[in-house]
């Protein structure tokens, strides 16, 4: 039966020759396959730079179908869709503002890492004595970079421990 060829794109597969990849990949659906994928990847405000340049396209605004579907040099969007989307663009603005204000600034992660290594270190050649290893955590705890606290939705194992430490239950039903 011979090699074939799979076009991730337009997910099909043909026969693998020099003729059928080289129409393939020179074809309109191919090119549209592909440039719908690459869009997918857009950030909003590219997207919404795009839509506020273009005109509204009348046929969509009259009949709610166009024959061009993403192709067409118009913009489909509505005016309550541009309003959402200037939000989230606004949004997303924001978000990266306080993620930059929240950091402390002449303090990286690297330095932080460098500092407990060194301290652990320490630790280590005095002795192994369990009241300066609970001090030296709190200490440690309270000296956390922010840029790892705002990392969102981590999972419970590489969540710091809270203030205090965390509270132990003991079971005195078994006996």
């Known amino acids: 039966m011979g ?6 794109y337009c997910d099909r597969s043909f026969q693998d020759n020099m003729h059928n990849r080289k129409k393939h990949l020179n074809g309109v659906q191919h090119h549209r396959a592909k440039k719908a ?7 909003s405000s590219a997207i919404l730079c795009d839509e506020q340049t273009k005109k509204p396209c009348r046929k969509f ?6 024959d061009f579907g993403p ?23 924001q978000r990266r503002e306080d993620s930059v204000d929240r950091m402390i600034p002449g303090r990286s992660i690297e330095e932080w890492l460098s500092r407990r290594e060194k301290k652990r270190t320490a630790l280590s050649i005095e002795g192994d004595s369990k009241d300066k ?19 969102p ?8 421990p809270p203030p205090g430490g965390w509270k132990v239950r003991v079971n005195t039903e078994w006996g």
């Open 3 to 8: 090699k074939r060829y799979y076009c991730d």
């Open 37 to 43: 994928w690459y869009d997918s990847f857009r950030d």
């Open 61 to 66: 605004l009259q009949k709610g179908i166009c």
């Open 71 to 93: 192709n067409c040099r118009f913009s489909h969007m509505s005016e309550e869709e541009m309003f959402n989307l200037k939000r989230q663009v606004e949004d997303e603005r």
């Open 133 to 151: 290893q609970d001090s030296e955590e709190g200490q440690e705890e309270s000296d956390l970079p922010q840029q790892l606290l705002s990392i």
């Open 153 to 160: 939705d981590l999972p419970p194992s590489l969540l710091p």
